[in-house]
């Protein structure tokens, strides 16, 4: 299961997803966030083999993303708790369930998020830290650190295709002429 | 590749991952969120096979996150396009792309988020759509669709476990008494 390492890239989404590895690691997170420790209990609720789960959580510690804690000496025991670059993992798990329970829910959502002040239900959206307005029409730019081929890729890019967001309809369907391979 | 389906959990994490599987598939909605549609784009973008390339696009397709659509018809040549369902993992992506900005570039942001209208830079920030409340302290709860085993597992949880972030430490040092084998 060795795969080509996207780390050499200096996108901020494929670093992010190196440390992440395949789906299962970020159920293990989820569980760490739901404040499971102990190996038995990521076994318990997630069902996957000794050998895997010891695997995985061994690979979320090499990426800095758990920490492996001794809690009892004799016989010693580990249990792994959220780095703060775990922790910080967090608004991807906020994002990932609320798209779920937006889509993948159809007889309604099994689970939810609640302020834990009011017990209100929270329905997550992005709003920029500063300014609070929210997040609908950005668009991603170069930043310090770019490459020059970054920069011209970008660049190329400006306009509505670099919205990280569909482009509205009337201008969606302009560009039809090229002539390209289809896989 | 073939891997344990995790559809059956009731788990909206579980099955938003199920949808978008390794993170090649969300590199390549990446690049569709940046506006490529092309097989070829994809793939200069990516450095992968026409036949690995080919399935990740299938994937997505068959799990309803791109469309395939014509836009030529002689030669038949498509391209591939955000669905509703698509453009509602834009979340995802801008959460993925401030984690990693924030923990695994040493070197300084290469790609960053600006706002449209006044190029400002934009820092992606969770509040609640309804209250605007920062999400700073939620946690999860069951919700109208819960199975009672998950009802039962949440509330056992209940407390500062549930709370979806780490608690602080006064609580953390508690609980060391359980013995468990650590794999």
Redesign the interface.
């Known amino acids: 299961?060795k795969?080509?390492s996207?780390d050499h890239m200096?996108?901020?989404?494929?670093?992010?997803?190196?440390?992440?590895?395949?789906?299962?690691n970020?159920?293990v997170l989820?569980d760490a966030?739901?404040?499971?420790?102990?190996?038995?209990?990521f076994?318990a609720s997630l069902g996957?083999a000794?050998?895997t789960?010891?695997r995985r959580?061994d690979s979320l510690v090499d990426s800095?993303l758990l920490e492996r804690r001794l809690?009892?000496q004799r016989p010693?025991?580990?249990?792994y708790?959220?780095t703060e670059?775990g922790?910080?993992?967090?608004?991807?798990?906020?994002?990932?369930?609320?798209?779920?329970?937006?889509?993948?829910?159809p007889?309604?959502?099994?689970?939810?998020?609640?302020?834990?002040?009011t017990g209100?239900r929270?329905?997550?959206?992005?709003?920029?830290?500063?300014?609070?307005?929210p997040?609908t029409?950005?668009?991603?730019?170069?930043?310090?650190?770019?490459?020059d081929a970054?920069r011209r890729r970008?660049d190329d890019?400006r306009g509505?295709?670099?919205?990280?967001?569909?482009?509205p309809a009337s201008i969606?369907h302009k560009?039809?002429s090229?002539?390209?391979?289809?896989?």
């Open positions: 299961m795969r080509k996207v200096p996108c901020p989404v494929a670093r992010s997803l190196e440390r992440v590895g395949d789906w299962w970020i159920l989820r966030f739901y404040g499971v420790r102990r190996f038995d209990d076994q996957i000794t050998s789960l010891a959580l800095g809690y009892c010693p025991r580990y249990e708790v959220l670059t922790r910080d993992f967090r608004p991807v798990m906020l994002a990932l369930l609320a798209w779920g329970n937006r889509h993948f829910a007889e309604g959502p099994s689970v939810e998020l609640a302020d834990r002040a209100a929270i329905d997550p959206v992005f709003v920029d830290r500063l300014t609070g307005r997040v029409d950005a668009y991603v730019v170069a930043g310090p650190a770019a490459s970054l970008f890019m509505p295709s670099a919205r990280l967001e569909d482009p969606e560009r039809h090229t002539k390209e391979n289809d896989g």
